[in-house]
């Protein structure tokens, strides 16, 4: 044979699996994991599930199999998921005969990861999703040009008139002398109402079930109609400070997070939203000193961090994981090339993946 032209890279995958649990966490802290190696080269590979064990296989799987892991001859990792976006090549379920679960590159294994609108990435069984970020909000919410500014009706709270960037709404079926609220006013209300125990100065905490009208006991909707405006609450809910809004989904209903319509900027799917207002390091986890606090198990006490770097000048947010317990999460959705070491998480299978050059 003639000389070696291509570049070959060998890569070697580590698997370790948790066979305890039920839910789809991988637990650092554990020992008892069970282990497996493979290596695969220039091939297409899949790992799928055998009962209890992985198996690789290099021909396309069939309908009834769970794959775990697509690695193309061409050693990119192919997500199972699709969030379409700009010029991404991700592929959907759809077009596989086969079940490819979840693919979420874990943050440890790169140090640090880039955040954009639209991210999905997870704390134990919390999953978040980017709805905005804003480094420097300078306007006002475009939202507020539509509000009716020629009115002599009153908020049922302040008793004032409409003022511009602070519009009186109806998001309720109150009528009457009751039927409007200042977007201020209801935004102070929300707050004390649905986050007395969650919010810091730092962070507010919005949850969709909580929010209903004190007096028609009507719930408010994510996306309402106030005198033929339609309004988002998303979009209502915008601090005039830097902030990230975070909307958040518990796991049972983490596959609903799939069904976002990017297209479309809101979803009422959601729990709820977290605004943090943004600092140079913003601690995410269980304990109370965080700069957000949350209020779930299976988040570490110091789970994460959010940190302001600039990049080229601009201003960029990265997330950290701070060595917890059941890891921080991004989710993949876009092809990802393998190169000297990665790490996936599916379910509660954790993936090495390390490169290694061939000499022929
Ligand atoms: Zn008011
Ligand atoms: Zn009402």
Redesign the pocket.
Known sequence: MGQCQMRNERISIYCHTQNNGTCDLFDYESIAHQKQQFTIQNQDSYIIRNEEVLQLIHQIPNENSEVLLFVTAKNTIVPGTLQQQGNSTALTNTQFPYKLKKNWLTVRSVNKYPLNVNDIFRLGKMTFRISSLSFNPDKEPEVLNHSKADSNEQCRICLGNTQSSNPLLN????SGS?KYIHLECMKRWLKEFTSASRSSEKSETYLWNQLK??????SYKVIFQSDGVTYHMLELLKPRFPYVMLEFYSKKKETQVNQINLGDRFTSKSDGVIVISLGQKMSLGRARENWVKLCEASVSRFHATLQIEKIQQQDSLFLFDNNSKYGTLVQIKEDLQIYQELEVQVGKSLFKLQTSNITC
């Open positions: 998001p309720c079926k109150c009751l009208c004190e007096i028609c006991k009507e």
